[in-house]
């Protein structure tokens, strides 16, 4: 197995899709000339050309709607955001326009894009450069949320949301793409959309953990055992929507407590719905009510110490995982 | 099998009831059906029934104890079984209602493990696992594990917040054969109050019961009084002409004339028959009044049910018949709920005149007086007539004062010319 | 080059509705009464636009296969009498949510549409109705649609605003004012991508071109060479607000400029100049590969939907765009040009009627979609 960066793997699966399909293009701001904003493009404009690499114009809503029409008529786009914030912009197209096509055609159309890039805070970049949005994307019936948290999970799932005929919200996290691990070699490494992964097992407490707060919760994890002797398992679901809410049920069914980590606002987050379907189908099962980490209801702040006190961290996780083991 | 026999629910409102006595001994077979114990609850004593037939093999709560809804009270089974296990709950369950929460700091539970049921032994706790209301607080798994290990929560000190029973206690108490109970002493408070002695006795069910309803009532329940004089004379005339025609079981009191002039003045004024709640005015079709019957351990107004459609004699028998019920406390819960008014009357006590207090959701009650020869003018001259007081206590969120007033009109005029009930 | 209108010729320059367009941007006056300036009173240089290239016309319109002129009609008419059963079934509830008539337009889809190969895509708003009907979906499916039944287009599940057909390369009723104008050109991307050889017509009301969307489309189709046509319906009203109430330069044909995209005007209640105007423009999109924007000015007679109380405008206006209905209009010129007789006319007209009744008559009988169909299209 080679190690790569996350960066590196999402690059290897997007050369190797637009090896492998013709009809996959990559377009956004700076994804050809320039070599990706965040370098996750590097090097494709050279290899495949203007074709396949599409640098566009400042227009999230415009190329969000190509890649909508293009998709209808049968390609297979990759849209970078250079951030998801600006995919607010594009939300009409993602939203009232590709999330929706397929119901609204009686099933005709299909609109097989990915839109991805990187979702969350990053260093200091403040208010409008920061924000965390599965939870606004998974609320609408349509589309499928996508969030990795390692080298190998960023390379299967951006194939296989690729090969996927519906729209995919790929959501990445500039914090980590710098992050190395094991990622299996050969064009055939998919991993489905739909699956969770245990991360680290564990018997004591259940950490549901997604994108950046998996490493975190992974820390939190090794902490935990070592001071008080609790064993934590982390579950990352890698797909938000559709939810693998067994292997989280089944989880929280042998550890009988549940603590959820994750990067965005804490007001009708993912969290939320976890905890409600946690509570629907296993609760008979809980020893203590669930608890969520979540990024404070503020705006991004841009002072670092201020930033890092609105985000989840490896101690706010510990405290929440003390809480529902009662220690 | 042995089993526990619980508490049962006797009366609509108990929540725990006191064991007046039992019918059977220990060691005693019996058939479904057949009567265990007497249970004094808030507002009777009732007889407590045995569902399937047995043998009574251990009374936990000896008469004269109390026991909250659910409590184990005995073992029943069959002749010969052990019953050690059943017992050694039934005393944890005992003894956790006698002693009181040690006031010291709980040991430090940082370094247990938390599957670990050896480190994490249940005496640390500080609080008992119930809420202020009774309820006992436990977490989904542990009350699932309870269930299914036949461990009764009530036995069970949770040493999570507030109390909160959780797996890690359920663990200790099925390793540990009981979570509490163990080294507990029972707190003695100080009663040295200055220099005098007194007793406690226990506040029975129904001292309970009044206390909290009258509380209810003089708080939320804005009362204000309207008092009027009656002259009595055509009514106790009424009454004797009444008496010289019946045989003496049949005789009829004054207030049983009373009673039914009430009810007549009910069905007349919808907003006395009435019941102020909140979002709505409930107007009852029917006036069901409770009569106040003084009894050794309180008062309770059992129910004549639609008076105004009874005869004086019907009225009197019923009257009679439900006094004597409650007496021997005997009043089925349907014969002590659901009055629409009530009526309190004082007067063989020589009380002449008082006010009474509402007992809600009812919107008035009438306080009545004896019936006092007075010198009284009429017509320029001085004579003698026989005047009560009654006084009625109004909720003034349905009664206002002409309202009660114009009640209390109709109710005089027809006391005062019987004739006018036949109106 | 982006090249103007070849009609203009013909005409004054003062006349010229779209003779401005050619020229700069200055020409545009402040105080709207110019003759670009799109408002209801350039009716009379219309009418005299029309009168100037009749003749023309009439010699060209000898020349198209008398099939298709009669397709041409047919079409029109069951157009409009679709959408009067349309009317008269809403108003008796058959109906529900919004329904938005294309009564006054018809000469626009029929016109354009009908230059088109089989294969070529089209895209439009939500007043679909009748574009979904020339472009070869069943009157009955449409309507059955219309009622909410399992024999709609999308069984049931769009409505009246959201039309789809792939067999009929029809990319849909759209509900977002704006938002089909970038799928038509993602539409256009994938044809040139893939070489396919089709264009996109991609219709929209002029209020559209307010959004943004209108903006950044058509800087990409340029920047990109993108084979689609454009077609700004300009009925005058954004819903109930009049163009000159939220417009600051009226004259939609020349906003093209600005990206350097060939642009026409054209007279939306001649059948024959909007298709002449698109074949020039198809001819655009399918040799050079690069797209047009057509304003076609015409006039909606019904309101915005069926629940417009249509206060905004007299009786007396619509009148007198009603003198130059589409179907009045084309009927005058075939019949001038001896193509077809008045017996013809009448065959038409039962044979929309009947085409309608027919439709009627399968949304009737249409069963409603069934209840598993609730969750089913969400995800492929």
Redesign the interface.
């Known amino acids: 197995m080679a190690v790569l960066t996350i960066r590196d793997a999402l690059n290897e699966a997007l050369r190797e899709e637009i090896l492998r399909d013709e009809n996959v293009f990559v377009m956004g701001e700076e994804v050809a000339e320039y070599d990706g904003a965040y370098k996750v493009t590097r090097g494709l404009w050279k290899e495949f050309g203007d074709k396949r690499v599409v640098d566009t114009p400042i227009t999230e809503l415009g190329f969000a709607a190509v890649g909508v029409g293009a998709a209808m008529a049968g390609l297979r786009p990759v849209i970078e955001f250079m951030t998801w914030n600006f995919s607010i912009l594009a939300s009409d197209q993602i939203i009232n326009h590709a999330a929706k096509m397929l119901y609204m055609s009686g099933g005709q159309f299909k609109v097989p894009i990915v839109f991805r890039g990187p979702n969350g805070s990053a260093f200091q970049v403040s208010s409008q450069h920061s924000q965390a949005l599965e939870a606004f994307y998974a609320n609408f019936p349509g589309l499928k949320v996508v969030m990795p948290s390692t080298a190998a999970d960023a390379k299967g799932l951006l194939k296989s949301s690729i090969r996927d005929d519906n729209p995919v919200i790929f959501l990445e996290q500039e914090r980590m793409y710098g992050l190395k691990g094991e990622v299996p070699e050969g064009d055939d490494f998919i991993i489905p959309l739909g699956l969770a992964d245990i991360k680290r097992e564990g018997t004591d407490c259940t950490i549901v953990a997604r994108s950046m707060t998996v490493p975190l919760a992974l820390q939190a994890a090794e902490k935990i055992q070592a001071e008080f002797d609790v064993s934590v398992e982390v579950v990352d679901p890698r797909t938000i929507k559709p939810l693998d809410i067994d292997t989280i049920v089944g989880s929280v069914q042998k550890t009988n407590r549940l603590v959820i980590a994750e990067e965005s606002h804490e007001f009708a987050s993912v969290g939320a719905e976890i905890t409600y379907q946690v509570m629907d189908r296993a609760f008979d099962h809980l020893d203590a009510p669930i608890k969520r980490v979540s990024t404070a209801e503020t705006p991004m702040p841009y002072a670092k110490n201020l930033e890092a006190a609105a985000l989840p961290s490896v101690e706010k996780i510990i405290a929440a995982v003390k809480d529902v083991c009662y220690l | 099998m042995a089993e526990k026999f619980l508490m049962p629910k006797l009366s609509p409102t108990m929540e725990e009831g006191q064991i007046s006595r039992w019918v059977i001994n220990e060691g005693d077979d019996f058939s479904a059906g057949d009567t265990l114990a007497e249970v004094d609850t808030d507002k009777a004593t009732m007889e407590m029934t045995a569902l399937t037939g047995g043998t009574l093999l251990k009374v936990i709560k000896p008469a004269g104890s109390t026991a909250a809804l659910g409590e184990t009270i005995a073992i029943t089974g069959k002749k010969g079984e052990d019953i050690t296990a059943l017992l050694a709950e039934a005393s944890s369950n005992g003894s956790e209602k006698k002693a009181p929460a040690e006031p010291k700091e709980p040991a430090p ?3 247990a ?3 670990s049921t050896a480190e994490v032994s249940a005496p640390v706790a500080t609080s008992t696992s119930k809420a202020g209301n009774g309820r006992v607080i436990v ?6 594990m309870a269930a299914d290990n036949g461990v009764d929560l009530r036995a069970v000190i949770g ?3 507030n109390g909160r029973i ?3 206690d359920i663990e200790a108490a099925l390793a540990g054969g009981g979570s509490s109970g163990s080294g507990r002493v029972a707190f003695t408070p100080s009663t040295v109050v200055g220099a005098s002695a007194y007793n406690d006795e226990p506040t029975s069910q129904m001292r309970r019961v009044i206390a909290s309803r009258l509380a209810e009532s003089i708080g939320p329940v804005p009362t204000f009084y309207l008092t009027t004089e009656i002259e009595m004379d055509n009514a106790l005339d009424l009454r004797r002409a009444i008496n010289a025609s019946v045989p003496d079981e049949q005789k009829i009191s004054v207030n049983d004339i009373i009673v039914k002039v009430a009810a007549l003045s009910l069905v007349k004024h919808p907003y006395v028959n009435a019941s102020y709640q909140g979002d709505k005015i409930r107007f009852y079709e029917q006036p069901d009044i409770g009569i106040a019957v003084a009894i050794d351990e309180g008062l309770i107004t059992p129910v004549v049910r639609g008076a105004n459609l009874k005869g004086f004699v019907e009225i009197g028998a019923e009257i009679r018949d439900l006094a004597a019920k409650a007496r021997s406390k005997k009043l089925l819960p349907e014969e002590y709920t659901g009055a629409t008014f009530s009526i309190s009357n004082l007067g063989m006590f020589g009380i002449k005149e008082f006010t009474a207090i509402i007992n809600p959701p009812e919107a008035g009650i009438l306080a009545v007086g004896n019936a006092v020869p007075t010198a009284v003018v009429r017509e320029g001259a001085v004579v003698v007539r026989n005047i009560m007081n009654v006084t009625m206590s109004c909720d003034h969120r349905v009664i206002d004062g002409a309202t009660g007033a114009k009640f209390l009109q109709t109710f005089k005029q027809m006391l005062e010319q019987p004739a006018m009930m036949l109106v | 080059m982006p090249k103007t209108a070849t009609s203009t010729k013909k005409v004054s320059a003062k006349a010229g509705l779209n003779g401005s367009a050619a020229k700069t941007t200055q020409s545009v006056k402040a105080n709207g009464s110019s003759a670009d300036d799109g408002s209801y009173f350039d009716l009379e240089l219309a009418k005299a636009e029309y009168a100037a290239r009749r003749d023309s016309q009439l010699r060209s319109i000898k020349t198209i296969d008398k099939k298709l002129l009669r397709e041409m009609l047919y079409q029109m008419v069951l157009g409009r009498r679709f959408e009067e059963k349309c009317a008269e079934v809403y108003r008796m509830g058959k109906i529900g949510g919004f329904c938005h008539l294309y009564i006054g337009q018809e000469a626009i889809a029929i016109g354009s549409m009908m230059a088109l190969e089989p294969s070529d895509m089209v895209i439009t708003a939500y007043r679909d109705h009748v574009q979904a009907m020339v472009k070869g979906l069943s009157p009955e499916s449409v309507l059955a649609e219309l009622y909410g039944k399992e024999g709609g287009c999308v069984k049931g599940k769009g409505g009246s605003m959201h039309m789809f057909s792939q067999e009929h390369q029809f990319y849909g009723g759209h509900g977002i004012v704006g938002g089909q104008i970038g799928v038509g050109t993602g539409l256009g991307y994938a044809a040139k991508y893939k070489a396919t050889g089709q264009v996109v017509l991609c219709f929209f009301g002029e209020a559209a071109v307010n959004q943004g969307i209108f903006h950044e489309s058509l800087n990409m189709a340029q920047l990109w060479k993108l084979p689609v046509i454009y077609i700004c319906e300009n009925n005058h009203y954004g819903m109930g607000t009049s163009q000159e109430r939220a417009m600051s330069i009226r004259n939609i044909a020349k906003k093209a400029e600005s990206y350097g995209m060939a642009n026409e005007f054209v007279d939306g209640m001649d059948v024959m100049a909007v298709r002449e105007a698109t074949l020039r423009a198809i001819d655009r999109a399918r040799n050079e590969s690069m797209p047009t924007l057509l304003e076609v000015r015409a006039y909606r007679y019904m309101g915005h939907s069926m629940s417009d109380p249509g206060n905004y405008r007299t009786r007396d206006e619509i009148a007198r765009y009603q003198e130059r209905d589409p179907i009045l209009l084309f009927k005058d010129t075939l019949k001038a040009a001896k193509v077809l007789s008045d017996k013809e006319f009448d065959k038409i007209e039962q044979e929309a009627a009947a085409a309608v009744e027919r439709a009627v008559e399968f949304a009737e009988n249409s069963p409603y979609p069934s209840e598993s169909e609730l969750l089913t299209d969400v995800l492929v």
């Open positions: 539970v940082a370094a493990a938390v599957a977490s989904p798994i542990a009350a699932r040493s999570g917040p959780i797996k890690r």
